[in-house]
């Protein structure tokens, strides 16, 4: 059963035919991976799909239902990464998640922590501003965003960007975890997300 | 997994939002630094005699904290927009009217409850009676949160709108004048001394309107102003 | 209730070649109707007994107030149902009213101070019809401004019809608070309309100018109409064939 169908999707920006009747589905432990052009509308389709966009016709359906009838319901099982940081430059990566994570569940602080180490960022980063750290090392906290979340779709656009290869090993084993629970993930990413086992539903744009 | 309440996720924004503003301190000083300067203004342009100036105390507080309101404005949403927070709140889950409300209530208390504070001083040194503190702050109290509320569906507008520049105040001042009119007639009535309720009561009106009705087109708003 | 004419008419090549016959009959009327309400107005009509010759300036300067407020009127609605219903057709119409909507509002301001001059002996008494005549300017001019600074037009449709929603909300806020402000100070309004009888000698003409002003309203609108359709219409084949068919 697939988790996420798109059908006949059309998206303009501005005078841009982005979108021409795109079509694909996504199933449990599936990975997308959006590829194409700079320009070719990568940004554009994720965040069509999160809601953030209008999209001009097609629908989209998240386990059967169609998304737009009862958009927060939807929302609220995605986790969105765009290309920014999306957090707050001052305050601490802990304190950013502490709210990011609150909003949608009762999180704790050594879940917290716990993502944090995980994506091997040193306790004492983890107590500065996060205008004071690298753009790696945002990048590493917005991941962590991703991982807190606990959702069961991720959309994300460049998750590996600023991340050396380590941060890109650490984050491609989050995604393995992740698919292999049973989640599923649309990511637009020129890299390789260096999976083992299945390898990522290549979707190209135009 | 259990959903944070909308109740919850208010109060967390709401923290957040004001530790964000301690750390940042001076900025969220200019629109109050704005308004006494501009009241200042207007003793300047006229003369110094405490008669006078009493006649066009309540248009030099209601003008300065109209003016200083709509400079406030570009700290709403402007840094939310920026680092891509402003989004995440769309997708939150949780009404976003809801949550543009306690963003408002956080800026209100903020950039327009310092100016309520500082009106007893510059009234009175504009020559106002302490007589007419009561009706003036009722004023002042009600007329900010209104304009606060107001402003906010303006700067949704004007998110990523490049060629900015006076539109905001061109969009928001049309719409703040009940405000004005029925505010400044509130304050030079208290100052006179004679009965101000009727429009304290019509200010009080719109302010209940606007807290009901422009949550709603502010998240509309924002809705646009981030595609 | 068939609602199929509503959605007939939300459909772009259907208004495009509607709206086109349209602005034909309406046009004329509208002259015809202008034409005898102002030589009704300005020329035969007696004089009135308060105002002497002056009031004459009615016959231009009550049609454009009333007009500056139903386009704005119409101007919103039509944004709303863009906005509800995602019509482009809707959109087209509000953004076609609003240039002509300003210029009414300019008219009614204009003939208002000119009326003002020998009733008052100055152009400008902070009246309150004027006064929110002047403000109705304001957030005409704020939704223009707004649609211009918004490049990419179906962002800029949908900003600009949560800015006239908001505004029509306003405007009889707007309006009932500049009346209770004016009613302190007694700042008498000459140009009272209501009053017991109007001979029908210079009520006809004045009725005549108010129905020509609205079908000149709706050819220029339709007009505008048509050309923003275009703008907004992403498959450009019914664009073709309509257009050969015109000259045709």
Redesign the interface.
């Given at each position: 059963m697939s988790e996420l169908t798109a059908d006949n999707l059309h998206l303009w920006r501005g005078d841009l035919h982005v979108l021409r009747g795109l079509s694909f589905s996504l199933s449990q432990g599936q990975c997308l991976q959006v590829i194409g052009a700079n320009g070719a509308g990568k940004s554009s389709l994720l965040r069509a799909l999160c809601g953030l966009l209008p999209l001009e016709s097609g629908t989209v359906r998240w386990r059967g239902q169609d998304a737009r009838s009862d958009l927060p319901a939807f929302q609220r099982q995605l986790a969105w990464l765009a290309h920014g940081a999306g957090l707050k430059a001052d305050l601490t990566p802990i304190e950013n998640l502490r709210y990011a994570v609150g909003m949608r569940r009762h999180g704790n602080d050594s879940a917290i922590a716990g993502a944090l180490d995980q994506l091997q960022l040193d306790r004492d980063s983890q107590r500065r501003l996060v205008r004071q750290l690298s753009a790696g090392q945002q990048r590493r906290v917005g991941l962590a965003r991703v991982l807190l979340l606990q959702c069961p779709l991720w959309i994300l656009d460049e998750p590996t960007s600023n991340l050396d290869e380590a941060g890109q090993q650490l984050f491609a084993d989050c995604l393995q975890q992740h698919l292999s629970t049973g989640g599923a993930a649309i990511i637009a990413t020129h890299q390789l997300l260096g999976l083992q086992g299945t390898q990522p539903t290549p979707l190209e744009l135009h | 997994?259990?959903?944070?309440s909308p109740g919850?996720?208010a109060a967390?924004?709401i923290?957040?939002d004001l530790?964000?503003a301690m750390?940042?301190g001076g900025e969220w000083l200019q629109p109050l630094l704005f308004f006494l300067v501009v009241t200042t203004l207007f003793p300047l342009a006229l003369d110094p005699q405490l008669s006078r100036l009493r006649d066009i105390a309540p248009a030099a507080l209601w003008v300065g904290a109209l003016l200083s309101s709509l400079l406030a404005l570009d700290l709403l949403f402007r840094e939310d927009g920026a680092?891509?927070?402003l989004?995440?709140?769309?997708?939150?889950?949780?009404?976003l009217a809801w949550l543009l409300l306690a963003k408002t209530a956080v800026h209100w208390l903020l950039t327009g409850l310092p100016l309520v504070l500082m009106a007893p001083l510059v009234s009175t040194a504009l020559g106002a009676p302490y007589a007419a503190m009561p009706g003036m702050l009722a004023a002042l109290l009600l007329g900010s949160v209104a304009l606060s509320l107001v402003g906010a569906?303006g700067a949704g507008?004007m998110l990523n709108?490049?060629?900015?520049g006076a539109?905001l105040a061109?969009?928001v001042?049309?719409?703040a004048?009940?405000v004005l009119?029925?505010g400044a007639?509130a304050t030079s009535m208290a100052i006179a001394q004679q009965a101000y309720d009727a429009p304290l009561y019509?200010l009080a009106a719109?302010t209940v309107l606007a807290a009901t009705?422009a949550p709603l087109?502010a998240a509309?708003?924002v809705r646009?102003?981030?595609? | 209730m068939s609602w199929v004419w509503f959605h007939k008419l939300g459909s772009p090549p259907h208004f495009y070649r509607i709206a086109g016959r349209w602005v034909r009959w309406l046009a004329w009327p509208a002259v015809l109707l202008g034409a005898y309400g102002l030589i009704g107005g300005l020329a035969i009509a007696p004089a009135d007994y308060q105002q002497g010759e002056g009031y004459r300036i009615v016959y231009v300067h009550a049609p454009a107030a009333w007009l500056s407020l139903m386009i704005y009127t119409t101007m919103a609605v039509s944004a709303a149902v863009g906005l509800i219903w995602r019509m482009n057709v809707a959109h087209a119409v509000a953004a076609s009213c609003a240039t002509i909507g300003a210029s009414f509002t300019v008219l009614a301001l204009a003939t208002g101070s000119l009326w003002g001059k020998p009733m008052w002996g100055t152009y400008w008494e902070w009246d309150p019809r004027l006064t929110s005549e002047l403000l109705l300017l304001f957030l005409y001019l704020g939704y223009i401004g707004l649609r211009s600074a918004i490049e990419d037009i179906p962002r800029a449709d949908r900003a600009s019809a949560v800015l006239a929603i908001v505004g029509v909300v306003n405007v009889p806020i707007i309006h009932y608070s500049v009346v209770w402000w004016n009613s302190l100070h007694q700042v008498a309004s000459v140009m009272k309309l209501d009053r017991p009888s109007m001979p029908t000698s210079m009520l006809l003409p004045l009725l005549s100018m108010f129905l020509a002003a609205t079908l000149l309203f709706v050819a220029l609108m339709l007009t505008r109409a048509r050309g923003e359709v275009l703008r907004r219409e992403r498959t450009a084949r019914w664009i073709g064939e309509a257009l050969q068919q015109e000259s045709a």
């Open positions: - | 997994m259990d959903i944070t919850r996720a967390l924004l923290r957040r530790r964000l750390r940042k680092d891509g927070t989004e995440q709140l769309v997708l939150s889950g949780v009404p569906i507008l709108v490049r060629r900015g539109l061109l969009l001042l049309p719409l004048t009940p009119i029925f007639r019509l719109i009705l087109a509309a708003a646009i102003g981030i595609e | -």
